[in-house]
């Protein structure tokens, strides 16, 4: 991954505060700064572990190192080794361990100017790959490190240099679908929670909900550039491809201003998307500026409970027609996406892909249909709208929707029992 130069940090000046500010969030003895694996780790990959862990309490910041990412090329294999869902969750414990441990070597001091970027990346991909491990402790690191980094920032660009910004992006028209008043979802201003379930919840009626979230301070704060100050330096996966049901979709990692600087402020044949990714656990700095809907209190899930995730993005992102099974609230803060909705009663009439990896998918492009292939598909009735900032789309349990990024796009998604 190239380096991104928006992270480095200015030259360290004074007492190291960094590093004391780290050891207060490790465990307080050295037998408390271990894991139980279990059997499902091998006891030469546990020994390796306890020797990096031993490295550590001795003071050994480059023998900690070394053997930290040895750990970690081992684990890395494991990770990558058949389906995700068959990894045990010892192995991305032992992965996030291992992160942990190299994150804080790097912070040593003296340090290179650049380690502290590289330590947040290493917690990031912990973040990612790995598991909790000591109440969340990498988020909690990853939290020092942004906040350090925010610091000693150096200015990104001289007075006279021009900054990329929203007026770099490419503004030529975008063709904009005709919503059909009889087809459009309906409005609602701020209905009670009683109204809401009972017109909406129970029935699996799709509305958008009006005065929920304008007050939200996302509303006025998020632009690019607040979003490169406060998560730019942070990992996240990108989906590069125009669908993610075409053959070419790939997935990768990369720091959102290395997204926003190839996928949203530059021209690029390809499209990238930061789509159903949860941000907000891992920055939580962005989660202060949103809120849950009232309204999810009428599942019956705890609020802990509750996915939140983030869907960034240029126009002309697509989600294909799919189902989730999950109700969901859909918040729209920066941008329009174009929305149509079927009911799962037509579902016969959408022609879902037969595989099971993309059973919840629709083959149908929907805004260019093949007839031939799909001839039932044109008598699906569907709903649509255009979501602008602040509408809350209520999309209910496994109902069908397709999504097209009208411009820039964020939008916020709550998936809830």
């Known amino acids: 991954m190239a380096e991104d130069t928006h992270c480095a940090e200015a030259p360290l000046a004074g007492a190291d505060t960094l590093w004391?500010?780290?050891?207060?969030?490790?465990?307080?003895?050295?037998?408390?700064?271990?894991?139980?694996?279990?059997?499902?780790?091998?006891?030469?990959?546990?020994?390796?572990?306890?020797?990096?862990?031993?490295?550590?309490?001795?003071?050994?910041?480059?023998?900690?190192?070394?053997?930290?990412?040895?750990?970690?090329?081992?684990?890395?294999?494991?990770?990558?080794?058949?389906?995700?869902?068959?990894?045990?969750?010892?192995?991305?414990?032992?992965?996030?361990?291992?992160?942990?441990l190299k994150a804080l070597c790097l912070c040593q001091p003296p340090r290179e100017a650049s380690a502290v970027a590289s330590a947040l990346r290493v917690c990031d991909m912990g973040l990612l790959m790995g598991a909790a491990i000591f109440g969340d402790i990498l988020i909690k690191i990853a939290a020092v490190l942004q906040a350090h980094l925010l610091s000693r920032k150096r200015p990104d660009h001289s007075p006279?240099?021009?900054?990329?910004?929203?007026?770099?992006?490419?503004?030529?028209?975008?063709?904009?679908p005709d919503v059909k008043v009889e087809r459009a979802v309906p409005r609602l201003r701020c209905p009670s929670l009683q109204h809401f379930r009972e017109h909406f919840l129970d029935p699996g009626r799709p509305v958008i909900l009006e005065g929920v979230a304008d007050h939200w301070p996302c509303m006025k704060k998020w632009s690019l550039e607040y979003i490169r100050e406060i998560a730019g330096c942070r990992t996240v996966p990108v989906?590069?491809?125009?669908?993610?049901?075409?053959?070419?979709?790939?997935?990768?990692?990369?720091?959102?201003?290395?997204?926003?600087?190839?996928?949203?402020?530059?021209?690029?044949?390809?499209?990238?998307?930061?789509?159903?990714?949860?941000?907000?656990?891992?920055?939580?700095?962005?989660?202060h500026d949103i809120s849950i809907p009232d309204y999810c209190c009428l599942g019956s899930g705890e609020?802990?409970?509750?996915?939140?995730?983030?869907?960034?993005?240029?126009?002309?992102?697509?989600?294909?027609?799919?189902?989730?099974?999950?109700?969901?609230?859909?918040?729209?803060?920066?941008?329009?996406?174009?929305?149509?909705?079927?009911s799962p009663l037509d579902a016969g009439a959408l022609y879902p892909?037969?595989?099971?990896?993309?059973?919840?998918?629709?083959?149908?492009?929907?805004?260019?249909?093949?007839?031939?292939?799909?001839?039932?598909?044109?008598?699906?009735?569907?709903?649509?709208?255009?979501?602008?900032?602040?509408?809350?789309?209520?999309?209910?349990?496994k109902y069908w929707h397709y999504v097209r990024a009208l411009d820039l796009s964020f939008s916020v998604s709550f998936w809830w029992s």
Not at 47 to 55: G, I, S
Not at 273 to 281: E, G, S, V
Not at 312 to 335: A, E, K, M, W
Request: hydrophobic residues 40%.
């Open 20 to 100: 004391e500010a780290l050891r207060v969030l490790l465990p307080p003895t050295k037998e408390a700064l271990w894991l139980d694996l279990g059997e499902k780790v091998e006891s030469g990959t546990v020994k390796l572990l306890q020797r990096a862990a031993e490295l550590f309490h001795r003071g050994l910041w480059g023998e900690c190192l070394q053997a930290s990412e040895a750990v970690l090329d081992y684990a890395w294999e494991k990770l990558n080794t058949g389906p995700w869902r068959d990894v045990d969750k010892a192995w991305r414990q032992v992965y996030a361990f291992g992160c942990l």
């Open 239 to 287: 989906e590069v491809g125009s669908r993610y049901t075409d053959e070419d979709w790939s997935q990768t990692l990369m720091t959102v201003n290395e997204f926003i600087n190839k996928y949203i402020v530059n021209e690029t044949e390809d499209v990238g998307y930061l789509a159903q990714h949860q941000l907000f656990d891992q920055i939580p700095e962005l989660k």
């Open 353 to 397: 892909h037969e595989s099971h990896l993309l059973h919840n998918t629709s083959q149908v492009d929907v805004e260019n249909p093949d007839l031939e292939r799909f001839p039932r598909f044109i008598e699906a009735p569907f709903l649509s709208c255009i979501l602008s900032p602040g509408d809350v789309l209520f999309i209910p349990v």
């Open 303 to 342: 609020e802990d409970e509750i996915t939140i995730n983030a869907w960034f993005g240029p126009r002309g992102t697509v989600s294909p027609l799919h189902q989730d099974p999950h109700q969901n609230f859909l918040v729209q803060v920066i941008g329009r996406k174009y929305i149509q909705l079927y």
């Open 160 to 176: 006279g240099q021009e900054q990329p910004s929203t007026k770099k992006i490419r503004r030529d028209p975008v063709p904009v």
